[in-house]
């Protein structure tokens, strides 16, 4: 049967083809032209295309936004002023060795907390974010992702510019040294991922598991004494976090115009003096004599520059180093009774966690230590003909290599003492 349609009925049946027809042609150059200048406009980095690959285009740039979440707290530093030729390859020996053991270690700061609470919500069943999402996320965080804390001492006003041992080329391991692994390790992050929790033991992770470093600035007496010059001015002794793995020199910037002066992470600054002796004979010092016992530290903020903490390094917690020749009359061994003391006990395990047993004798009472072969502190020449010793009084004068200028300029026989002190925050 035939079917007539009168010129009203084609108008009309052209006219829904053809609005057919255009909106068909609207969603293909939707696809092809609206959406791709709509991606145009966004643009994604590397770090950002995986993100949005895999949080979506809506909670991308809230992972991205993720705050610097890693406070790493040093609460024990020591100094050993020895400074004699191969003392920098002894294993047991340093000029600076800090690590986190009594209240100190790694959290996730506050702010961090704040915003993972107010920007994602919890998986269901919990009512509050897991940490297995928080590890997830600090995975994925450009401003976390591989942050490694360092240590090393820096120029303050240069943070990447870093003092070394050999005046050159900067080395990991020797001028930058690792306090641990990648915090974001779920190895790692997986002790501190649950909020308020603050941990200096991992023991999970593949590499350390103590939050532990030293620096060896003890080749020769006169690099020992630049040193600690330094940290009394430009210098200061550094925790901070690698930017980017592949240069030992990076550090991460807690400001984008100002990435030489703020960094995360904590700085140290640094007092020396030629303080009174507990061995001393004698309240008199020699003002000609080394400024080489570590007195205070105060501990800024690296990010704003504010200072968070001044330690006062105990006078208890000087330690004169003696040679092993003198030890029967100058530092004898504790005798094993000692050991029945709590207070003691006490003391010495604070001694132990950076002079070990393999490597010191500790008198805790004389307060004193004396370094086991093959660890040494001062070397054996002559001085003015004699055999030298080591001038244990701080009230008379002594030698140093290096130095030129004496009073009545006649050069002293005794080298002046050493001292390992033992600075808490």
């Known amino acids: 049967m035939k079917v007539r349609m009168n010129k009203a009925t084609w108008r009309a049946l052209c006219s829904i083809v053809g609005s057919f027809i255009l909106v068909v042609s609207f969603q293909n150059c939707g696809k092809a032209g609206f959406d791709s200048a709509l991606d145009d406009n966004i643009e994604f980095g590397s770090s950002d295309a995986e993100l949005n690959a895999k949080y979506g285009q809506y909670d991308a740039p809230k992972v991205a936004a993720i705050p610097f979440g890693f406070d790493t707290v040093i609460d024990q530093i020591s100094y050993n002023s020895c400074a004699t030729p191969g003392l920098n390859t002894q294993t047991n020996n340093f000029s600076f060795m800090a690590g986190s053991y009594d209240g100190g270690g790694v959290s996730l700061t506050t702010a961090f907390h704040a915003y993972m609470d107010s920007t994602f919500p919890p ?58 692994g990648n915090l974001t390790d779920p190895l790692i992050s997986d002790s501190i991922a649950t909020k308020g929790t603050v941990a200096n033991y991992f023991p999970f992770s593949n590499e350390l598991k103590l939050v532990e470093g030293k620096l060896n600035f003890n080749a020769d007496e006169p690099l020992s004494r630049a040193v600690r010059e330094d940290l009394m001015n430009s210098g200061i002794l550094t925790l901070s976090y690698l930017d980017d793995p592949n240069d030992v020199t990076s550090i991460r910037s807690a400001s984008a115009d100002q990435t030489l002066k703020r960094a995360y992470g904590r700085g140290s600054r640094m007092t020396f003096a030629n303080a009174v002796s507990p061995m001393g004979s004698g309240s008199g010092l020699f003002s000609n004599n080394p400024a080489n016992i570590l007195t205070d530290i105060t501990e800024l903020d690296l990010s704003t520059g504010v200072v968070v903490k001044t330690w006062t390094c105990a006078a208890a917690r000087r330690y004169m180093v003696v040679r092993a020749q003198d030890q029967a009359s100058i530092c004898p061994r504790d005798s094993i009774a000692r050991m029945n003391d709590a207070a003691y006990r006490a003391e010495l395990a604070i001694v132990r966690r950076h002079l070990k047993a393999e490597a010191w004798d500790v008198n805790i009472d004389s307060r004193c230590v004396v370094p086991k072969s093959p660890v040494s502190c001062y070397s054996a020449e002559t001085i003015n003909g004699q055999a030298s010793g080591v001038q244990y009084t701080r009230n008379l004068e002594c030698f140093q290599s290096g130095k030129a200028d004496y009073l009545g300029g006649t050069i002293p026989v005794k080298r002046c003492a050493q001292f390992v002190t033992i600075c808490n925050r």
Request: charged letters at 15%; aromatic letters at 4%.
């Open 123 to 180: 998986v269901y069943p919990s009512p509050t974010i897991t940490p297995e999402q928080i590890k997830g996320y600090l995975k994925d965080s450009p401003t976390n992702k591989d942050a490694t804390p360092v240590l090393a001492i820096r120029t303050m006003n240069g943070l990447r510019s870093i003092h070394t041992t050999n005046g050159s080329s900067v080395l990991l391991g020797k001028d930058v040294i690792p306090m641990l």
